[in-house]
């Protein structure tokens, strides 16, 4: 259940329910594949790229290349949210 809050609290600062979810699920784990993470945040594989790349072009998550396969870490909530949380008040007009 604290999961799901949490999700709502990111979507409330303008991500969408699946970039929420991905980032919740690369805060979990260290060092996701595309396919990792989509399992882990249930989130459909044909979407896990583009939620990637949004989440990247945001600053919120990093691609790393290990042993030839693409993973995915998140940056840490402390340097992440305080961007997306000034992008989500811009938004809002204030």
Same mark, same amino acid.
């Given at each position: 259940?604290?999961? #799901?809050?949490?999700? #709502?609290?990111?979507?409330? *600062? &303008?991500?969408?329910?699946?970039?929420?979810? %991905?980032?919740?699920? *690369?805060? #979990?784990?260290? &060092? !996701? =594949?595309?396919? +990792? @993470?989509?399992?882990?945040?249930? %989130?459909?594989? +044909?979407?896990?790229?583009? %939620?990637?790349? =949004?989440? =990247?072009?945001?600053? *919120?998550?990093?691609?790393? !290349? @290990?042993? &030839? +396969?693409? +993973?995915? @870490?998140? @940056?840490?909530?402390?340097?992440?949210?305080?961007? *997306?949380?000034?992008?989500?008040?811009?938004?809002? &007009?204030?």
């Amino acid at each position: 259940m604290e999961r #799901e809050k949490r999700i #709502e609290q990111l979507a409330a *600062l &303008g991500m969408t329910r699946y970039e929420a979810a %991905v980032y919740m699920a *690369l805060l #979990e784990r260290r &060092g !996701h =594949s595309p396919a +990792q @993470v989509a399992a882990h945040a249930g %989130v459909p594989r +044909q979407r896990i790229y583009d %939620v990637l790349a =949004s989440l =990247s072009a945001r600053g *919120l998550c990093l691609e790393r !290349h @290990v042993g &030839g +396969q693409r +993973q995915f @870490v998140a @940056v840490d909530p402390a340097a992440a949210l305080p961007a *997306l949380m000034g992008a989500a008040w811009r938004a809002a &007009g204030a």
